[in-house]
C-alpha cells in the first residue's frame, strides 16, 4: 500500500471516529474526564498521553480540520523539533518557567515517535528536523496516536460559554458549544441550537494569533481573563520586517536576493540568510530577529560578516590606489555581495564617489562606508503582523501558571499549554518542541 493509499485510508477512519464519538448521540451523557479546547500540536499531544493513561478525553476544534498550522508549517514539511533544545532558545517575561517541562520530555522523546511510526525525516542546518515526504505524516501520527487511546475529537465546533461548576462527581467546568456553519450551511430543522459538556480538566490549547486564515482566534485569552489571569502583550513574531520611503524601495528593487548576514539589535545578533522581498526584509536572519524586536528600534546587518570592510579598503589604498570601491569589494570578497546588490547599494551610499579612485577618496569616508556595509543601520516601519508570523509573542502570564504541570495557580482544573502562554521559541522547530513538552506534562496530570 502507498503513503499516499495509509494516508487516505488513515483520514476516513479518523473522519469516522469524528461523526461517530463514544459518546451516543441519543445519550445526554456529555461528561469527559479532559476537555482540551484546540486540535493543533499541544492540543492533540496533551489528548493522546491523557489518553494512554485511561482518561475520557475530548477535543474541541472550531476549525474544519485538525492541525491545520502543523500542516503548513516548513513549507508543508513540518519542522517537527530540533537536536539542540535548550531554554535559552526561548522567551518570556520569565525565562525559566519552560526548562521543567522541556527537561522532562526533550526531543528525543518525540523523535522516537516519529521514527516508531516510520515517518522518514531528515536533519537540516542548526539541528532542525523535517519530514521527508509531508507535514501529513506528523498529523496522521497524532490522530492515530489519539485514536488508539480513545480519544474523541470533535471539529467545526465553537465554544458560547464555559464555567465553573461544583465539583460534583469530577464536573469542574460545563462548556457550551454550537456547530460553527460554513458559508453554504443552514441549521437542519429540529436539530439542537447548542450542546453541553461538563469535564473535571478543562485545557486550553488554543494557540495564538498568528496566521488568522488557519482559523486564530483570540479565545484563549479570553478564558484566561475570564479564570482572572493576566496577559503579557502580545504580538506577531517570527515575522518578516516591513520598510517605508527611500529604503523600503531599494529593498523592493532587489526581491528575490539572499544572502548570509549579521543581524543584529542591542540584546542579541543571528548569522544567518536575509531574503530580499517586495514587503520588506524576511529570511531566517530577520525572523529570529523580530522575537527581540520592539517598534521603533533600529536594526543593524552585517551585510560582509567575514571581512572587515574598512580594513579593505584602507589597504587596496595603499596597494592599488587607482581601484573603485566596486572593483575591491568584488575582488576582495570573492563577489559575497550579489552584483544587482552591490549596484544598489553604490548608488544608495557612496554614488557620489562611484569613479573616484581610491587614491582620491579621503580615509574618513572610507572608514565611514566600511562601517556601514559592516553595520548597516535600518529603522523597520513595522513587520507583516499577524497574517504572516509564525508565532505570538506574549500571552498567559506564566507566574500564574505551574511550570511542572501547566495548571492555574488560580483555578483548580485548569491548564494552559503551547502558544497561548507567554513563551516563544526560535525558528527552528523549538515552538513545536514546546507544543509536545507542554502537552505531555499537562497529559500526565489532566
Partial sequence: MSQMQKQARSAKSHNQSIDNPSVSKKSNDKHYDVIIVGAGAS???????????????????HANKAGKKILMSGGGRCNFTNYFVEPEHFIGTNPHF????????????FIGMVEAHQIPYHEREHGQLFCDDSAQDILTMLLDECTAVGVQVKLNTQIDHVQKTD?????RFTLTTSKKLGKKDTPT?????QTRYSCESLVVATGGLSIPTMGATGLGYELAQQFGHTLIATDASLVPFTFTDKTGELIRALAGISLPVI???????????????????????MLQLSNYWQT????????????????????????HPRQL????????????LPKKLLAALQTHLWDDIKDTELANIKDERLDDLGATLNGWQLKPSGTEGYRTAEVTRGGVKTDEVSSKTMQSNLQEGLYFIGEVLDVTGWLGGYNF?????????SGEVV
Fill in 43 to 61: 492540543g492533540l499531544y496533551c489528548a493522546l498521553t491523557a489518553g494512554r493513561r485511561g482518561r475520557r478525553v475530548l477535543v474541541i476544534d
Fill in 98 to 109: 519552560c526548562k521543567s517541562a522541556l527537561s522532562r520530555y526533550p526531543s528525543w522523546e
Fill in 167 to 171: 465539583h460534583d462527581k469530577g464536573k
Fill in 189 to 193: 430543522e429540529g436539530q439542537p441550537v
Fill in 263 to 285: 543581524a543584529s539589535n542591542e540584546r542579541i545578533s543571528f548569522k544567518l540568510p536575509v531574503l530580499f522581498t517586495h514587503r520588506g526584509l524576511s529570511g531566517p536572519a
Fill in 296 to 319: 521603533g528600534e533600529t536594526i543593524s546587518i552585517n551585510l560582509l560578516p567575514d571581512v572587515n570592510v574598512t580594513d579593505i579598503l584602507l589597504a587596496r589604498k595603499q596597494s
Fill in 325 to 336: 570601491i566596486r572593483t575591491v569589494l568584488a575582488e576582495t570578497t570573492n563577489n559575497a
Fill in 433 to 441: 518542541q514546546w507544543a509536545w513538552a507542554s502537552g505531555f506534562v
